[in-house]
């Protein structure tokens, strides 16, 4: 059994939805045995950043909470905690509301919400409030997508500031969203419409920029700041400079970042298309910094930013402009196993830290430790046994996500989350799924501790 502590031979005793015992040959007569010998008994996995349902570019992503939730057991992930959406001249409870019917019946596993501001007015200050005490500890902001979600440095600073009184967190989507969108208008101008323009318009230096402002910010209203996303050396320097000098300063990171590159963004065809995500991926150099920031903690924890858009269908709608391919990448059932496969197998972190990544810290950070992201006694249920030795390759063809592709087709890994189990009951077995549509709840969240 593995946590973010330890590793060791031990039977986990599940009674209901909990664990009761973990323990050496633990003497008790169970209604059931699952044989987890020359297996890793893991957290289930927190993604703690997925879009499913998302309306974006004129479309929506296409996994919707049940397809997204199932494809997530499928992987090992037992939790998500999605984005809600403010709409312009709507109060944060609105949003928050029609998120949760979206998701109400339908998830086959445990979710929560973060709230995105897209506009700061005083009653949404005093929403932000109200949503703190539902359990919608978090908030993101956009410095980016001008005229869709961006907002001014002063909306933000206001936003911030409220935190530190209710205890949210905010999660910040930093990249300089007007530099950017002159180079975007300039290039389409000069005839540079294919998907690689779309990496060459949004600059490591922009990200780099923007995440120093937002933690710039944060510093002056006294709270901690979460980067999401977080995809280039630039952005990563902004951050272990702010930590060095004691600042609460936090970031994540996501498999596509960690594993795919600007050239795929450059593959002939459109093809790039399929790797249009914002932050765009980065020049390969970029990965060996984003790796040394998981080993030194710099970065706290892997997400996916699932956000799916059909190739045929959607990611097509920019085919003369890039500009207009909608935003983001598939990855919810993917992460795990291929976090463990790059990270553990390849040598490059330990197995406890990769459970810290995808489970223990996504729990900590966002007010659910320890009820999720570990296994001890009291702890939801939730447990993969993973089978290390599988051998298997990534692809469409056998991906449970609903969407025509995998940012990570043919891609060689060892590693399965076998037996999947959320709150005692056994989601994915023996290659089956035993999941059912509301099986999954709203899970209120802590707020951040100041
Ligand atoms: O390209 C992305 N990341 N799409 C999802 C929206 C966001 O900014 O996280
Ligand atoms: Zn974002
Ligand atoms: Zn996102």
Redesign the pocket.
């Known amino acids: 059994m593995v946590t973010a502590g330890d590793t060791v031979a031990a039977d986990v005793l599940v009674d209901g939805e909990t664990v009761a015992a973990i323990g050496r040959s633990l003497d008790v007569t169970a209604d059931r045995i699952v044989d987890a010998s020359s297996r890793y008994v893991m957290p289930g996995g927190i993604d703690a950043?997925t879009?499913l349902d998302?309306p974006?570019g004129g479309t929506f992503s296409a996994d919707d909470f049940e397809s997204g939730t199932a494809a997530a057991a499928w992987g090992g992930t037992t939790t998500v905690v999605d984005?809600a959406i403010q709409d312009f001249g709507e109060s944060l409870q609105a949003g928050y509301e029609r998120w949760l019917a979206k998701a109400a019946g339908r998830a086959h596993v445990d979710y929560g919400f973060h709230m995105i501001i897209r506009e700061v007015t005083d009653q949404t200050l005093t929403d932000m409030d109200a949503l703190v005490r539902q359990g919608v500890t978090s908030f993101k902001l956009?410095m980016?997508?001008p005229g869709v979600?961006m907002l001014d440095d002063a909306s933000i600073f206001r936003a911030m500031q409220r935190t530190s009184d209710n205890g949210g967190l905010i999660m910040m989507?930093a990249e300089n969203g007007g530099a950017i969108d002159v180079l975007v208008q300039r290039y389409l101008r000069e005839g540079r419409t294919d998907p690689v323009n779309h990496a060459l318009t949004r600059p490591a230096s922009m990200e780099g920029e923007a995440t120093h402002r937002a933690i710039a910010l944060a510093r002056l209203a006294g709270v901690a700041v979460y980067i999401?996303?977080l995809s280039s050396r630039d952005a990563l320097t902004a951050v272990v400079e702010a930590r060095d000098r004691g600042a609460p300063a936090y970031a994540e990171t996501c498999p596509q970042y960690l594993f795919l590159s600007q050239d795929d963004l450059a593959r002939p065809d459109f093809e790039g298309a399929k790797y249009?995500?914002?932050?765009p991926l980065r020049p390969r150099d970029h990965q060996d910094d984003l790796w040394k920031g998981l080993v030194q903690d710099d970065l706290q924890i892997v997400s996916t930013?699932h956000?799916p858009f059909d190739y045929k269908d959607q990611k097509v709608l920019g085919r003369a402009d890039f500009s207009k391919i909608p935003?983001?990448?598939p990855g919810i059932e993917d992460r795990y196993t291929v976090l463990f496969d790059g990270g553990v197998n390849a040598g490059r972190i330990t197995l406890n830290r990769f459970v810290e990544l995808v489970a223990t810290a996504p729990a900590r950070m966002f007010g659910l430790y320890p009820r999720k992201g570990t296994i001890a006694p009291g702890s939801d249920a939730d447990i993969v046994i993973f089978n290390p030795a599988v051998e298997r390759v990534l692809s469409a063809s056998t991906h449970h996500m609903r969407v025509d592709y995998n940012c990570f087709e043919g891609m060689r890994v060892r590693g399965l989350p076998e037996v999947v189990m959320q709150r005692g009951e056994v989601l994915v077995e023996d290659g089956r799924f035993l999941g059912r549509p509301g099986q999954g709840g709203f899970l209120p969240r802590s707020a951040f501790p100041s």
């Open positions: 950043h879009h998302m974006f984005f956009f980016a997508y979600f989507h999401v996303h249009v995500c914002s932050p930013d956000c935003n983001g990448l």
